[in-house]
């Protein structure tokens, strides 16, 4: 239909070009600190490039356009009885995420904003046959962030080929409310996509415990053994030494990457 063309009309378009451009200068500004990656994986991060570009030019035709009279309208920001106020509240819905990402500075993700992530020791992906030859050969397992994934599916796989050998590596504290003082995991954060499926994997850990503190990053050297934990056989790390480390340029592991 056709209407007769009306300030608030060109104010709810012009303020739809403004989140448009909004939206794709966050995700600019996410491209060039590097922060994307805190968010989705590097595998995804092409897609982004996209987004951004699609959300600019239709956040700038938006803008373009936004004092058309005469256009075809059936929405309700066609209609001249709403207010200027009824039409900038309901725009405080995208500002208000656009206010924050821009003036908060810190884009690291902890435990106290994910209360709901917890531990994984199961498969990640398909064990590498590779990784799986080199590591029955060899007497220490030395566990690092290009192995970390396919190390850990490997292990759960071949378990019993593994008791007893020699493991390192590096990660954080994670404890839950089931363990004992002398359990813990030695862990890293996991994405898949983005931070939606982000997860805990590590390894079961015990021994002397008492001095590893919760959420600090270490590297350990211990033995591998298995037990019984919630009905599962799982590896326990029998840890034997314990050094406190610094925590990695990349807080995350990307199971997208293996």
Known sequence: ?????????????ELQGIVLIGF???IFKLLVTGDVTRLVAPK???????TMILLFFLGFFRLLNSNLKGADCDCDVCDENTSFMKLTLSYLLFFSPLFLFFTLQDMSINKSILPNVQYEHGQTSSANQAISNATD???L???NDDNYLPMMDNINTNLDNMIGKEITITGFIHREESF???EAVIARYVMTHCIADLG????????NLSKLQSDQWYSLKGVLEKKEYEGQTIPVIKVEEAEKSAAPEEDYLYALDY
């Open 180 to 182: 004992t003082d002398k």
């Open 24 to 26: 794709s200068l966050l």
């Open 1 to 13: 239909m056709k209407i007769k063309w009306s300030p608030t009309w060109q104010l709810a378009n």
């Open 141 to 143: 397992i030395a566990i």
């Open 200 to 207: 805990i994997y590590g390894y079961m850990i015990e021994g």
């Open 44 to 50: 995804m991060v092409p897609f982004l490039y996209a």
């Open 137 to 139: 050969e060899e007497n």
